[in-house]
């Protein structure tokens, strides 16, 4: 009796030491489980938020004078990078694309003025015509003085292929854009968005709107 006894306790505390060590396992199961969802968690929100700054908008950051007074220097812009996967630039819209001569990776943003297979010409008196007829706009820092800088070509017109677009910044006597040789008119399929948002400074938040004619 007292043998079986001894054989029934012992199989009890067996009993017992298996389910601490299942609980145990059980326990460590669970935690490896749980790294395991945070670590899928993390991975997804990085790949969303990667495909969102590849593929849908990006954060930019003015850093010239060139588009005032429209865009100050410092003020932080959300950039629509899809929709001219589905559509093209219209004019006046405010575009970004790098300026493939800087020795590192560096942005412009403009404003769209002139369209594919469209002839841009400036006068010395600074109006500037699309095929012809005087360019109606109001949004210009200033009239473009005679002296200011371009490719002599502006006299006579410029005539764009069917994937170029012709850019300037809105302070038109700071501003290198599409009038010179070392930028001149912009490929389509080197432009990466348009601006569409200000969210800094926040007394300036608001909707970039499309203006002119």
Same mark, same amino acid.
């Given at each position: 009796?007292?043998?079986?006894?001894?054989?029934?306790?012992?199989?009890?505390?067996?009993?017992?030491?298996?389910?601490?060590?299942?609980?145990?396992?059980?326990?460590? /199961?669970? @935690?490896?489980?749980?790294?395991?969802?945070?670590?899928?968690?993390?991975?997804?929100?990085?790949?969303?938020?990667?495909?969102?700054?590849?593929?849908?908008?990006?954060?930019?950051?003015?850093?010239?004078?060139?588009?005032?007074?429209?865009?100050?220097?410092?003020?932080?812009?959300?950039?629509?990078?899809?929709?001219?996967?589905?559509?093209?630039?219209?004019?006046?819209?405010?575009?970004?694309?790098?300026?493939?001569?800087?020795?590192?990776?560096?942005?412009?943003?403009?404003?769209? &003025?002139?369209?594919?297979?469209?002839?841009?010409?400036?006068?010395?008196?600074?109006?500037?015509?699309?095929?012809?007829? &005087?360019?109606?706009?109001?949004?210009?820092?200033?009239?473009?003085?005679?002296?200011?800088?371009?490719?002599?070509?502006?006299?006579?017109?410029?005539?764009?292929?069917?994937?170029?677009?012709?850019?300037?910044?809105? /302070?038109? /006597?700071?501003?290198?854009?599409?009038?010179?040789?070392?930028?001149?008119? &912009? @490929?389509?399929?080197?432009?990466?968005?348009?601006?569409?948002?200000?969210?800094?400074?926040?007394?300036?938040?608001?909707?970039?709107?499309?203006?002119?004619?």
């Amino acid at each position: 009796m007292e043998n079986e006894k001894t054989k029934i306790a012992q199989n009890n505390d067996a009993e017992l030491k298996g389910t601490g060590g299942d609980k145990k396992k059980s326990k460590y /199961n669970s @935690k490896l489980k749980e790294l395991f969802t945070t670590a899928l968690y993390f991975i997804g929100v990085l790949f969303v938020t990667w495909l969102l700054i590849t593929f849908v908008i990006q954060r930019t950051v003015v850093e010239q004078t060139s588009m005032e007074t429209t865009l100050q220097s410092g003020d932080s812009l959300l950039v629509d990078k899809i929709s001219y996967r589905f559509t093209d630039p219209k004019r006046f819209e405010i575009v970004i694309f790098p300026y493939k001569l800087a020795e590192k990776k560096t942005f412009y943003i403009k404003r769209v &003025i002139g369209l594919p297979g469209e002839t841009v010409r400036i006068d010395y008196d600074g109006n500037i015509y699309i095929n012809g007829e &005087i360019l109606e706009e109001d949004y210009g820092r200033e009239v473009i003085q005679p002296n200011s800088v371009w490719s002599a070509k502006m006299y006579e017109g410029v005539t764009l292929a069917d994937d170029e677009y012709f850019v300037m910044g809105d /302070n038109r /006597n700071n501003s290198v854009d599409s009038r010179f040789d070392n930028v001149g008119p &912009i @490929k389509r399929d080197d432009i990466i968005g348009r601006a569409i948002l200000r969210i800094w400074p926040l007394n300036k938040f608001g909707k970039i709107k499309k203006t002119g004619a």
